[in-house]
């Protein structure tokens, strides 16, 4: 399985970079536009969205799932905080990825 996850602060230019991948990395590719899984939870006054936070990362990272299980190489584009990133490499060893060391802002699996 191959996903990248491409994170970096809000304006940093991660979907401006994630554009060009998409362009060089060889086909099949998925690309996982991850503010658009913002929508997909409703705001309520117990739960803010920074409370959903954890479900989001983990929602994101599995629809990669079974893209990368089909061959494809799976490009995730989302602002991660740095206290989620063991998470989400958690939750991408959990799949059935490995991650491994990779420059701060990358989170690999392959």
Known sequence: MNVIFLSGPIGAGKTAVARELVQLLPA?????????????????DEHGLRDNFPVLVRSITAA??????????????FSIPQTFVDKAREILKEVGAESGPVPRGLISAA
């Open 28 to 44: 099949p590719l998925s690309y996982i536009e991850g503010d658009t899984f913002w929508s997909f939870i409703r705001k309520d």
């Open 64 to 77: 990669a799932v079974p893209l990368a299980r089909s061959g494809f190489q799976v490009l995730i584009d």
